[in-house]
């Protein structure tokens, strides 16, 4: 399946997409839509909510691939924050009561074999293993789950200002190991 | 100790700062070209860890529609004449500081159901500028500059070096302290415009954003279109 998300073809794609090329977008769906639905799923873990999510995802997609710059960083980088984010705003709208699932703490960050962002990737994951394990999993469950500083808090049962300096200690290493 | 405002960057885009810390930094992405930046360079350097998400198919009757949803919107497509290298990730980051003032309710207040009217009958530039403001891409030259003479509460907007934009409206919103931005109207085709400004309230530290709309303007009453341009009002002295 990721044989289809190279850079060069995705930068192809989006950039037809900018122009109002139906087809091309609709490539560009086939091609990438498996990857950020599990991303949405990962935020939005039932599936109909993750599949209207996943509407506005493409919508946006739409109307802005030409906000798209790569200089910036890979096509499915890309693609693959607007996907969280929209996400992780339905999660914050539409569901701010939910109760946490107890479900497992921990993110498996492996990769599509030699994906298009492996070495971005790689360089990523030795600087999350520098970190406590602790504020690794801070970071992660923050980014890849949506959960909220208060949320955090109470799953770790330790003062929101406590997450908040933890999440502090992680960032500023991540960005120094990551070359600033 | 005061805060990092890097470190604030970096956790807006964790999603795990309170919400008014959340609306400050959507402000600064649309006002401070240091803050977007931060907030873009905090979104790459996390970004790949995304892409370790197992891939699930989505049902087939999705594409449908997402076709559906987008058949019309052909028209709202042609925004690639923006200046990509300007733009950077400003979509993601102005989409997320749009984002964020929406889900802290201040959007709330009296959204307009119809578009605003577009501002027309430009008059003679009076004398008495107060305040005057360049709106430009981050870091970019101006392409509008803005002056807003108190004694009459006349705005007057003059394009400099403006991207023609067919298709689209652009509309100027005026954003002061926490509030939601409020729209000032959308720009004429061509030429300058004058609009009364009352809504500032005799402020003059308002800071102008300019956003690409559907023609008409935001359905909203909300940015609805990547921010293009932006700047603060700054007031004159006096002669």
Request: glycine residues 8%; neutral net charge.
């Amino acid at each position: 399946m990721s044989a289809g998300t190279g850079s060069a073809e995705l930068g192809v794609l989006l950039l037809a997409t900018a122009e109002g090329d139906r087809a091309a977008f609709a490539e560009l769906y086939r091609r990438t839509s498996a990857k950020l639905f599990g991303i949405v799923l990962r935020i939005l873990p039932e599936r109909s909510v993750a599949e209207d999510a996943m509407q506005d995802v493409y919508v946006k997609i739409w109307r802005n691939a030409a906000g798209y710059d790569a200089l910036r960083g890979s096509p499915i980088a890309w693609l693959a924050t607007i996907a969280r984010n929209v996400a992780i705003d339905v999660r914050r709208r539409e569901r701010p009561g939910t109760k946490l699932s107890t479900d497992e703490f921990d993110f498996d960050l492996v990769a599509d074999e030699g994906g298009p962002s492996a070495e971005a990737l790689a360089a990523l994951r030795i600087c999350l293993d520098r970190l406590d394990e602790d504020q690794r999993q801070l970071v992660l469950a923050a980014y890849l789950r949506g959960d909220s500083r208060d949320e955090l808090a109470e799953r770790l049962g330790h003062p929101s200002g406590t997450i908040k300096s933890w999440l502090h200690r992680a960032l500023a290493k991540l960005k120094v190991c990551l070359g600033g | 100790m005061a805060d990092n405002p890097d470190l604030i960057a970096g956790e807006f885009v964790l999603g795990t700062l309170e919400t008014y810390e959340r609306q400050a930094v959507a402000l600064g992405i649309l006002t401070d070209p240091a803050i977007a930046r931060a907030v873009a360079d905090w979104q790459s350097r996390l970004a790949p860890a995304l892409l370790t998400a197992p891939s699930v198919d989505p049902s087939p009757d999705l594409w449908r529609r997402i076709e559906r949803a987008t058949a019309g919107a052909a028209i709202a497509n042609d925004n690639h004449r923006v200046a990509k290298s300007e733009r950077r990730w400003q979509f993601a980051t102005a989409a997320a500081a749009v984002m964020a003032l929406l889900a802290s309710g201040l959007a709330l207040r009296g959204p307009m159901l119809t578009p605003p009217p577009p501002i027309t009958s430009p008059a003679p530039l009076t004398p008495g500028i107060q305040s005057i403001a360049a709106l430009s891409e981050s870091g970019g030259s101006p392409a509008l500059l803005v002056t807003f003479d108190q004694a009459t509460g006349q705005m007057r907007v003059m394009p400099v070096n403006l991207t023609a934009r067919p298709g689209h409206s652009l509309e100027l919103w005026a954003i002061m302290g926490k509030d939601a931005p409020k729209s000032l109207g959308v720009m004429p085709s061509s030429g300058s415009a004058t609009m009364p400004a009352k809504m500032l309230g005799g402020r003059n530290d308002a800071t102008i954003a300019v956003s690409l709309e559907p023609v008409g303007g935001s359905p909203t009453g909300l940015p609805t279109g990547p921010v293009l341009y932006s700047g603060s009002m700054v007031t004159m002295p006096v002669s």
